[in-house]
């Protein structure tokens, strides 16, 4: 499986018509494929929309697009709100769950770290290894990797309940002493992957979100 991620900038003040659109005119795409999820940013870069559509692969992508667009109804007729456009192909870690329709937020803190050349190995190597230790303290929505767009970056997407329920779950991680991954492999003798970059938003779902 693949997620295309696709990642909208917005005039300011746009968002509320632009989630209004969107939702009316999934209504029609939602019968070739269904949206795992649609987020707006409430923390970090604003007027942001961030949504997200799994396929098996790149030719059921093409296919079910052309389709939906054939139609009539699709894209949604928000150009006139978009500043930029972004579209990154995402592939699961093999520990990463399959994104669901369900309540898990609705707080999502979505993290993009770019690696170097190379470490993807590594990162998946210390994340299989630490990653029981974490979901103690509460789940992981999505472990990616890009493979088309933006190049090595890896994205994980945590869902909470409440901003103070994020900043107690991530104490409480880092106080097992295992916890972000690269720490257990160092411990252990090994080393931890090496980055260019970190980012993070907070994330919160639209109405019409099969995740929320």
Not at 87 to 110: R, V
Not at 199 to 211: Q, Y
């Amino acid at each position: 499986m693949i997620y295309e991620m696709r990642t909208y900038d917005l005039k300011p003040r746009a968002l509320p018509e632009v989630e209004k659109r969107f939702g009316e005119a999934y209504e029609y795409r939602k019968k070739y494929s269904p949206l795992a999820a649609f987020w707006h940013t409430e923390i970090g870069p604003l007027n942001q929309v961030v949504h997200v559509w799994p396929y098996q692969d790149l030719e059921e992508r093409a296919k079910i697009r052309a389709a939906a667009v054939k139609d009539g109804n699709w894209p949604p007729k928000i150009a006139e709100f978009i500043v930029t456009q972004r579209s990154d192909i995402m592939i699961p870690f093999t520990i990463s769950p399959e994104i669901k329709p369900g309540k898990m937020g609705p707080y999502f803190e979505m993290r993009t770290y770019t690696y170097l050349p190379g470490e993807l190995p590594v990162i998946m190597k210390n994340w299989e290894a630490a990653i029981q230790v974490r979901l103690q303290f509460g789940p992981v929505c999505a472990i990616w990797y890009s493979e088309l767009g933006g190049l090595n970056k890896f994205v994980h997407i945590w869902p909470y309940p409440t901003l103070d329920a994020r900043v107690e779950t991530r104490k409480k991680a880092m106080a097992t002493g295992v916890w972000p991954p690269g720490t257990k492999a160092e411990k252990e003798g090994g080393r931890g992957y090496q980055l260019f970059a970190q980012e993070n938003k907070i994330l919160m779902p639209a109405a019409f979100s099969p995740l929320q």
